[in-house]
């Protein structure tokens, strides 16, 4: 019994634990989650509170995790102007659940996200100015946000990086930009083997494409953006330089999630969705952002939103060094064009 | 037909070869005390306790020549334990499971042991932060004591020393690395490695029970 005894005060200890606590700083470092619908999502804040501005980080994969865009740049570049929300979507990251895979769909992740905000103004205040911004799958899943109902006036601008919106036109893109770059560097005798593979690929798959089309056409993206010197490489041992043990990540939790999402039946699901036809009717500032060597989500889809969305308040801008990862591969070019957009519509 | 019975006579004595050769001496029952135990658990850098009880299943004593000529005496232990287990992982999740497990131990002369021990459990995480619901209305509430349960395995083994085979102390030091597995885990698995460092307390008489020993002479 004396063994039990110290158990049971860790447990109620543990749950009175779980009390409401949320700090006005300039150099805040908080989670907490979000529990929706079989799925508990954490979310860190990170940075300046104190400002009222927050950014908010919507993640690519589906699966991937906000952990990856918490760089020390970003820390000593965005964090000390303004609040960083770090959120990992249902099933990714540092999220938890039983067996919630039946509600992995864009749907019930766009309730997320509209749900995420709320949840920022009730800690925060009202008066919270929020920014989001999607990177890759982010993107699509930014743009459902933002088509739904009244959900852009929850936001003060949207950003939109390396991101896709219409996945059949993203494998169209992705098709046109790995046969042309491919061609002129066979031409230049750069990785002549790896591209001809690619072209011949893609000169035998010209449209219409399956979900495995799909799958094999990112994969070659996903290789061509390192065949370029100038392109800052994003590998194991990036991950490893962020220290995850120090950071505290839950690792596995991170990979099997990324697995378990990055093979969810949804991906069928997504790879017809596009949102171009229902841009017209955002209204609200928005930053495109892109790297000239994104394969993965080519510079078209940036500009197929620039062109749609009902606003003038709108920019487009390129990295000339950058693929698929803006925020990790030209972080100075990121930071400053993500600040000044902020800044100006804070 | 001779075939037969030839052949069947041969394969059982060559059956019973090895069985005669691991002669059983003798088997009794006694009565052995259980043990208790206590460990600091720790994943990583993330720190964690464990109690435990060790319910006393059977014992062999087993006393082996070796090729020298020398006698070799260890003992194999079996127990049947029960665990009550705590990590803390900041802003991740505090995860409290009990288990009950099978305990494999060998324990040399000397007092050096190997065990190996698989378990199964319950768990219950309490997520690291404050965890709230939106409703559609977007009306915001604290969800208390807000975590998962999972079903549990788990596995490990280590080694250690019993000091009550040397110094006659009753008690024995470990040192063990399991792996363990949470599912359902986001209709997937959760997995997670535990270095365990901890002592067992060997009381002279503490729910003592009767079990079946045996002494055997290789």
Not at chain 1, 213 to 239: G, H, P, R
Request: proline content about 3%; glycine content about 8%.
């Amino acid at each position: 019994m004396k063994q039990i005894i110290p158990f049971v005060i860790l447990f109620f200890v543990l749950t009175s634990c779980q009390k409401e606590k949320m700090t006005i700083g300039t150099n805040v470092s908080e989670t907490f989650y979000l529990d929706n619908n079989e799925a508990s999502m954490r979310l860190l804040v990170e940075g300046n509170t104190a400002s009222k501005t927050f950014l908010l980080f919507v993640h690519g994969g589906p699966g991937s995790s906000s952990y990856f865009y918490n760089t020390d740049y970003i820390s000593q570049n965005i964090e000390n102007k303004y609040a960083v929300v770090y959120w990992d979507q249902r099933n990714a990251g540092g999220s938890q659940g039983n067996s919630n895979g039946d509600h992995l769909n864009l749907p019930q992740m766009t309730e997320d996200l509209k749900k995420v905000i709320q949840l920022i103004k009730y800690r925060y205040g009202q008066d919270s100015g929020i920014f989001i911004l999607g990177h890759s799958f982010g993107g699509l899943l930014t743009a459902s946000f933002m088509t739904k109902d009244d959900n852009q006036s929850m936001v003060k601008g949207w950003i939109f990086a390396d991101g896709s919106h219409n996945y059949p036109l993203n494998d169209t893109l992705t098709r046109q930009m790995l046969l042309t770059v491919g061609q002129q560097q066979i031409v230049l005798n750069k990785n002549v083997s790896n591209w001809k593979t690619i072209v011949d690929y893609c000169k035998k798959h010209t449209g219409s494409f399956t979900f495995e089309e799909s799958v094999q056409l990112t994969s070659y993206a996903e290789d061509a953006e390192t065949y370029f010197e100038e392109v800052k490489e994003i590998d194991l041992a990036t991950l490893i330089d962020y220290d995850p043990v120090q950071y505290g990540w839950p690792v596995t939790s991170i990979l099997f999630n990324l697995n378990y999402s990055t093979n969810a039946s949804f991906n069928r699901d997504l790879a017809k969705t596009e949102f171009s036809t229902k841009l017209g009717v955002v209204t609200t500032p928005t930053l495109l952002l892109y790297g000239k060597y994104d394969f993965i989500c080519p510079g078209g889809l940036e500009e197929d939103v620039f062109n749609r969305i009902n606003t003038t308040d709108k920019k487009i801008v390129i990295s000339p060094i950058s693929g698929h990862n803006i925020m990790l591969q030209d972080e100075s070019f990121f930071c400053k064009e993500v600040n000044a957009f902020i800044e100006s519509h804070k | 037909m001779r075939f037969l019975k030839l052949y069947l006579i041969l394969v059982i004595s060559s059956c019973s070869i090895p069985c005669f050769s691991q002669s059983i001496d003798s088997v009794w029952v006694e009565k052995k005390s259980s043990n208790l135990s206590v460990s600091y658990i720790s994943s990583l850098i993330y720190p964690g306790a464990k109690l435990g009880i060790e319910l006393p299943v059977n014992a062999i004593y087993i006393s082996k020549i070796g090729k020298s000529g020398k006698t070799k005496d260890f003992t194999k232990d079996r127990f049947v334990t029960a665990n009550l287990s705590w990590y803390h992982h900041p802003a991740f999740n505090d995860n409290v499971y009990l288990s009950v497990g099978w305990t494999m131990r060998r324990t040399k002369s000397n007092g050096f042991l190997t065990e190996f021990s698989p378990e199964v459990g319950l768990s219950r995480t309490f997520l690291g932060g404050t965890t709230y619901q939106v409703d559609d209305n977007g009306n915001v509430s604290i969800k208390k004591c807000a975590g998962y349960y999972y079903a549990l395995v788990s596995v490990g083994g280590g080694i250690g020393y019993d000091f009550s085979k040397t110094k006659r102390q009753p008690f024995s030091i470990f040192s063990k690395f399991n792996v363990f597995m949470l599912f359902p885990y986001n209709s997937t698995i959760y997995l997670r490695p535990v270095l365990e460092v901890g002592l067992i307390y060997k009381p002279v008489n503490f729910l003592s029970l009767k079990v079946k020993s045996k002494s055997r002479k290789k």
